[in-house]
């Protein structure tokens, strides 16, 4: 098992900037493709980011790109998103989420560990 912690929401106002960390614990031996995924209020739950296991491929949402960056440190077993210039429609609770590969980084039932989320809230 893998456990998955997110630390690092709040409230901001638009044009701020946060960052996300998702720090993973457990059985974390092996490689892992790590996501990020969000869910407003009322709305579907949608992919955000992805990140290969050695951290070399990214992938973005068209609606984050140029605006949110994914990385990772494997030796903290912790993955990072850098959200800038946030709007109010950044507002969601952030998860993320771990698989073992890179194919179809977007689908959600191919991750195996999701965290619990944390809550960011981006002010007008």
């Known amino acids: 098992q893998v456990q998955l912690v997110e630390f690092g929401g709040g409230l901001v106002q638009a044009g701020d900037s946060l960052r996300l960390s998702c720090a993973a614990s457990?059985?974390?031996?092996?490689?892992?493709?790590m996501g990020w995924f969000r869910q407003a209020p009322g709305k579907e739950r949608e992919f955000v980011a992805a990140?290969?296991?050695?951290?070399?491929?990214?992938y973005y949402a068209d609606s984050v790109k140029g605006r949110f960056t994914i990385s990772r440190d494997n030796a903290k077993n912790t993955v990072y998103l850098q959200m800038n210039s946030l709007k109010p429609e950044d507002t969601a609770v952030y998860l993320c989420?771990?698989?073992?590969?890179?194919?179809?980084?977007?689908?959600?039932?191919?991750?195996?560990?999701w965290g619990q989320g944390t809550q960011v809230t981006v002010s007008s």
């Open positions: 989420a771990a698989r073992r590969s890179v194919v179809d980084v977007t689908r959600q039932d191919l991750y195996d560990y």
């Open positions: 457990g059985r974390t031996r092996g490689s892992y493709a």
């Open positions: 990140i290969s296991s050695s951290g070399s491929s990214t």
